[in-house]
Each structure stands twice: as structure tokens, then as C-alpha cells.
């Protein structure tokens, strides 16, 4: 599928697969947040689960998508997924959003997200630290990083009972990087 390619989809797979939602996860996303449904995804689960798509409904604004309205009717009763192993591409990717932007992927601060958001300041933080570049500068850019840490640790703090939050945008072009990190570390 070309929107795969083009929101690097893999790539998170690649990122998301040395993660996962602690037990304390409740499904806020599930529960309360937009699922986007690509034509080929509801007709999958049209033909497969008939009595669970009366919920999904064409998208007004994209013509080419479906919502399905809140919560997920494929949420069982703990909280978790019925057909996690043939999710919904937007459920794959998170706590990665699609934003608008064309050049980033919005990272929300859920539980999970937040592990994500500390490994990547870790990983500046580490960068920044061996830089070869003037002490004032490296301090300045640490600094920054952990404030910047703090206000998602608040943003995910606040998680389920805020409307909005405060995402991490995280480049295309770093995505990769990212991967190859993790992969690293682990």
C-alpha cells in the first residue's frame, strides 16, 4: 500500500516493536480517539466482522476514509484488542499520528508514547553530551532537552483526562535514525 510507504509505516513497526503498552494502559485511544479506517481496511472488516462495522462511517472531510466512532468496537471488555494481529493501520501506528505537515509524524505522550519520548531525549541528551561543540552551547541544548522532557512528562501525566495534548513532532528523516538506536541498545 503507497500511504504505508509514504507515512514510513515499517519504519515505526521497526521502532514500536521494542515496546509495549505497560498493563496500566486503559485504551484512551481506543476508548475516546478518532479511528481512521483506509476503503480497503473497512471493506476487510466489513466482509469479515458484519455485525461490528455499523459504527464506522464515512469521513465528511476524506471522502477515501472511514471513522469509526468511540469506542473501537473491537475493544473487548480488558481493554485490549480483538484483532490486534490484523489491526487498522492508524492502530498500528500508535501513539504515531499522520499530522498534516507532510515532513513529521506527531508522537502523543500516552503511557507508551512517553517511553518512546524518554528514549529519544536519552538519545539527544547522549548526542548532544559528545558533540564537539562549545561548552555554553552543549549545556544551553541539554537544558533545553530536559525541560522539553519535563513538559511531556506533565503532557503524559495528564493523559487521560486531557482533550489536547502537546505531541512530540518527529521528522521522516529521523525515523530511521531512531530505529537504528533502538535496535542498538536493545
Not at 513529521?104 to 528514549?119: A, E, N, R, V, Y
Request: contains cysteine; hydrophobic residues 35%.
Amino acid at each position: 500500500m503507497m500511504v504505508k510507504k509514504a507515512i514510513h509505516y515499517n519504519t515505526i513497526q521497526n521502532i514500536l516493536q521494542h515496546y509495549e503498552c505497560p498493563d496500566s494502559c486503559k485504551a484512551e485511544c481506543c476508548r475516546n480517539g478518532q479511528v481512521h479506517i483506509f476503503e480497503d481496511e473497512f471493506n476487510f472488516l466489513k466482509e469479515n466482522y458484519p455485525e461490528k462495522v455499523k459504527d464506522i462511517k464515512s469521513d465528511l472531510l476524506v471522502p477515501a476514509l472511514y471513522v469509526m466512532t468511540s469506542p473501537c468496537s473491537f475493544l473487548n471488555p480488558t481493554n485490549r484488542c480483538e484483532i490486534y494481529e490484523k489491526r487498522l493501520t492508524v492502530c498500528g501506528m500508535y501513539p504515531f499520528k499522520v499530522n498534516d505537515s507532510g515532513i513529521s509524524l506527531g508522537l502523543q505522550p500516552c503511557p507508551l508514547g512517553f517511553m518512546i519520548i524518554k528514549d529519544i531525549s536519552a538519545w539527544a541528551m547522549d548526542t548532544i553530551s559528545t558533540a564537539d561543540i562549545p561548552a555554553a552551547e552543549k549545556a544551553e541544548k541539554l537544558l533545553q532537552w530536559e525541560t522539553s522532557l519535563e513538559s511531556y512528562a506533565k503532557e503524559a501525566s495528564d493523559f487521560y483526562s486531557r482533550e489536547s495534548l502537546q505531541e512530540m513532532q518527529i521528522p521522516y528523516d529521523e525515523l530511521e535514525m531512531l530505529s537504528m538506536f533502538l535496535r542498538s541498545k536493545k
